[in-house]
Structures are given as structure tokens and as C-alpha cells.
């Protein structure tokens, strides 16, 4: 089942433009972490974010995460169209004990238009 | 230092067969999770092996096993194949737990076509 649930599912915007994900979870959570995949293939990961952090950056890429709300949205600034692809947000959860779970959302698909 | 491993890329199996699928993780890595990609659903977490043992399951048949060896490779099999069990199945290594080092590096998945 799903942890993590991203929004919109699709975003088309012009490269230079920002765009802006969102995802929302049910649990309590160690970290969170974006991942991006290109058409078909395997996931990279982006950036991570712990549960007491409010927000990173890598680059082109901020996160937020608020607790409180169960949420934490992946913003890139100044896209490309090599930025393409679909993007997930997954999170660690615990299980009991020391043991932890890496559970995804659906993603959002995200074209960058030239 | 070379990445996740999954062989083979693409499969095409017929109704009622069974499948094994292998990846393997990064070097020293010893947690290797299984999920299946489909359009519908998305990525629905199938097992997760730590030091040869499964650490974690997801909700899927019993038709769906996996094993981890010593050398942390890991297999995933699938008995009595069902048109629904096509999709991109995809292995991701970790080098400890989730909270410690929690960044899971993917392969390239292996695309399973049941007719």
C-alpha cells in the first residue's frame, strides 16, 4: 500500500519556470526522501530530509517537510527539459523494533516543455 | 564502484509459469528490496532481505518469494504467472537500515510480459 501520495499527478510547465510537488503521508516517518525516474527505468534518488528537519537543498532542488501536516513538497527552480521525468516521494516508516520500511507514492509526472 | 545489477532487462513468460529475477546490489550492501511497477498501482513494495533474511514483506501472494545469499545477491521468483503480474520489477540496495544510511540505489528493473 501506499505511504506516500504525491500531487498533482502531472505537471506540464516551460523550461525556466518553477514547478512544484507535493506529497503526503499517513505515519509517523524517520525521513523522507524525492526520487526522480526517467521513462521505464530505475530510480535515483534526489534528496533526503529527517523528520526533524524543516527543509534542504541540493542545487536546483529545495524540500520542505512539516510534521505537523504529514506533507513535504520537492521544488526545482529554473527547469530544463532534461528535468523530464517522473518524481516520487518515498518514506521510512517504522515497523516495530529497530526494523524500518521504504514505502512509495504514485509520483508525479512532470514534462518540461523547450 | 558498479551499481545494482538486474538481470535479465526483459522477460516474456506465458500464463501459469514461473519466473526468477536477480539483482545484485551495490558492493557491501546488505539490504536488498523488491518492488513491482505497474501503471495502476505504481510502486508496490513486494520484500526487503537484510543479511539473508527477510526483513520486511508487502501484501502480495504467496506466489510471490524471494531469497538473499551470502553474498547479499538477491532472487525473486514467481509461481503460476498471471496476465496482472506483468510489470517493471525493480531491486533496490541499501548498505544498512532504513534510518542510518537510507538512500536506496535502483537498477535498471526488469521488464516481465505475461501473455
Known amino acids: 500500500s ?8 502531472a505537471l506540464s510547465i516551460q523550461e525556466g519556470e518553477n514547478a512544484t510537488m507535493n506529497c503526503s503521508y499517513k505515519t509517523s516517518i524517520n525521513n523522507l526522501q524525492w526520487y526522480r525516474q526517467n521513462s521505464g527505468r530505475g ?5 533526503l530530509i529527517r523528520s526533524n528537519e524543516r527543509e534542504k537543498h541540493s542545487g536546483r532542488l529545495r524540500v ?3 510534521t505537523s501536516k504529514k506533507s513535504s513538497s520537492l521544488l526545482i527552480t529554473a527547469s530544463r527539459a532534461a528535468d523530464t521525468a517522473s518524481y516520487f516521494c518515498a518514506t521510512v516508516s517504522p515497523q516495530g523494533g529497530s526494523n524500518y520500511k521504504l514505502t512509495f507514492g504514485k509520483g508525479t509526472l512532470l514534462t518540461v516543455n523547450p | 564502484k558498479a551499481g545494482v545489477t538486474q538481470t535479465p532487462r526483459y522477460l516474456i513468460k ?3 509459469q514461473q519466473v526468477t529475477l536477480s539483482c545484485s546490489p551495490i558492493s557491501g550492501h546488505r539490504s536488498v528490496s523488491w518492488y513491482q511497477q505497474t501503471p495502476g498501482q505504481g510502486l508496490q513494495f513486494l520484500f526487503e532481505y537484510f543479511s539473508e533474511t527477510q526483513r520486511n514483506k508487502g501484501n502480495f ?3 510471490f518469494s524471494g531469497r538473499q545469499f551470502s553474498n547479499s545477491r538477491s532472487e525473486m521468483n514467481v509461481s503460476t504467472l498471471e496476465l496482472g503480474d ?3 520489477y525493480l531491486c533496490a540496495s541499501s548498505s544498512e537500515g532504513w534510518t542510518t544510511k537510507p538512500e536506496a540505489f535502483f537498477g535498471q528493473g526488469t521488464r516481465l510480459t505475461v501473455v
Open chain 2, 86 to 88: 506483468s510489470a517493471l
Open chain 1, 43 to 47: 530510480l535515483v534518488h534526489l534528496i
Open chain 2, 14 to 16: 506465458t500464463r501459469g
Open chain 1, 2 to 9: 501506499q505511504q506516500g501520495e504525491e500531487d498533482p499527478q
Open chain 2, 61 to 63: 501472494p504467496g506466489r
Open chain 1, 64 to 66: 520542505t517537510l512539516d
